[in-house]
């Protein structure tokens, strides 16, 4: 099956997996999905991922992280900008997501960082996503 929005999808992925208590999950690999992973990692939302090779095909296996009482650490991801609607901002504008503890990915022309660095690097781009 064709998917019309790759990274739509793995953020469905991982949300999915993190509501149902998953231990990790496998998404198909691309650049922007792999930054977009290590913004997470960065960030703290998720323990580790790894790239593993299974069958000729490449995959990135992301480890979920959880509190205490077994909560997910990741609370929501929502996909900002999509293949039908094309969200951009400057950064001046740039979004604040639950008031500075959420973070909003960024497609800069510096790469795809957080909303936080393209404010510091005073660069804007395409809103990719929301992460609380």
Request: charged share 30%.
């Amino acid at each position: 099956m064709a998917v019309s929005d790759p990274v739509a999808d793995m953020l469905t992925k991982i949300r999915n997996a993190s509501r149902a208590k998953h231990e990790k999950v496998d998404v198909s690999t691309s650049k922007m999905k792999l930054q977009i992973v290590k913004i997470l990692k960065n960030e703290g939302f998720i323990k580790n991922f790894k790239k593993v090779t299974k069958d000729g095909m490449s995959f990135i296996r992301i480890f979920l992280k959880y509190d205490e009482d077994m909560k997910p650490v990741l609370h929501d991801l929502q996909r900002i900008s999509t293949p039908g609607r094309r969200v951009y901002t400057g950064y001046r504008e740039m979004p604040r997501i639950y008031n500075g503890h959420g973070v909003v990915v960024v497609s800069t022309s510096a790469g795809v960082i957080t909303g936080k660095k393209a404010t510091e690097n005073k660069v804007g781009g395409e809103l990719i996503c929301s992460i609380w």
